[in-house]
């Protein structure tokens, strides 16, 4: 499973009279050394974002606000969609995989990454992308 895009569930501390904490941590709950953190916000919902993928960089994100849809093809041409609607729900991204993705209004999109950014890393071209052999 962690060559595959999937859905990584991380523990919600609190309660409602509250409020919640969530907790992401290397070793413990993401899979990877992060090496960079960004966020995106402000998205048009009528852009679709993405349209790419990364040669090595993994990478977990969550819709800390909002609903965000992740649609993302691997190397074999399986093809997932990813609906990210709460705060504690990341999905984990591997390497070469291709990836499209929706906001809803306001939504803001948090990413933890495994590299550093390098421009290198993305092949942005979809026909690269289903050419590409590992």
């Known amino acids: ?74 190397l074999q041409g399986n093809k997932e969609t990813f609906v990210l609607d709460s705060p504690n729900k990341g999905l984990f991204i591997p390497e070469k995989i291709w990836r499209d993705i929706q906001f809803s209004h306001n939504a803001v999109l948090l990413c933890l990454a495994s590299e550093i950014y390098d421009v290198e890393d993305y092949i942005r071209d979809y026909s690269e992308f289903k050419a590409w052999k590992k």
């Open 1 to 74: 499973m962690a060559n595959k895009p999937h859905i990584i569930e991380l523990e919600k501390i609190g309660s409602p009279s509250l409020g919640y904490i969530t907790v992401a941590e290397y070793q413990k709950n993401i899979p990877f050394e992060i090496k960079r953190v960004y966020w995106t916000y402000f998205t048009p919902n009528e852009v679709l974002r993405g349209g790419h993928a990364h040669k090595k960089l993994n990478q977990v994100i969550f819709a800390v606000s909002g609903i965000i849809t992740f649609t993302t093809e691997d």
